[in-house]
C-alpha cells in the first residue's frame, strides 16, 4: 500500500490514478494551507512567480489581474492559470533551476521579480537567485499549516506493517513524516518502505533521516505522471499484495 501525503485535493487526484493502475493507497495529507486575509497589490512593472498551485488559487480569486506578467515552474501550475484566464505567461520552466537559468539571461535579469509564496519557501530556490544577484521580493500571500498527528488509520496500518509505500513532494512533508514516526515511537528499520520523490532535492532530504539511498526513488520529472510512472514500474518492490 502507497501512503499519499500530498494536500487532499492532489492526493485524490493522485490516488484515482493508481487504483486504475490497481495500486492500494492511503491518503494522509501532512501539511494544510491558510490564504492570507489581506489585499495584494499588483502592478504591470513587475514580473511574478508562480510556483505552485496555492498560488494559482490565490491569484484566482484577485479580480483586474489577469494581464499581469507570471513566470511559472510546473505545466500543471501553468494550466490552472490558463484554466483562470491569466495569458501573459511569459516562460514556463519544469523546476525551479531551469527558472533560475531563464532570469539569469541578460534580457530578463533587469526584471522586477515578486516571489509569490508560502510561508514555507524553497529555499534552494532562493540561494540561487540570491547567488546570481537576480534581484526580488517576496510576498507570502498563504500559511503553510503542518499536521500534527497521523489519522487513527494510518497509525493502525503503519504498524501492521503494511504501508510499504510513501510519496513526498516536498522536504516539508518528509519533515512532519519522520517527527510523527517518532511521536508514535514507530521504527523506520522496522518499516521497510520505499520512498518515492518528487525530486532530487526531496530525495537528498531523505537522506537526512538515515534513510539508505537504495530505498529511495526519483522520479523523472516534477510532475505527477512521472511520479506515477515510477510508481508503477516499482510495482513488486512495494510488494503491493502486503
Known sequence: MILITRPIDDAIELQQELKKKKIPSLIDPLTSFKFQNRKIKFSDAHVYICASQRCVDVLARTKNINNIRIIVVGKKVARRLKENDFKNILFIAPDTKQL??????????QNNYIYLSGSIINDTFVSELKKYNISFRRKVIYQTILKKSLNRNTIKILKQNKITGVVFYSKTATDVYFKLLKKYKISIATLQQKYFALSPRIAEHCKKYKIKQGVIKISAE???????SLIVANKQLINIEK
Open 100 to 109: 533560475t537559468k531563464w532570469m539569469r539571461k541578460k534580457e530578463n535579469q
Open 222 to 228: 516534477p510532475d505527477q505522471t512521472s511520479m506515477l
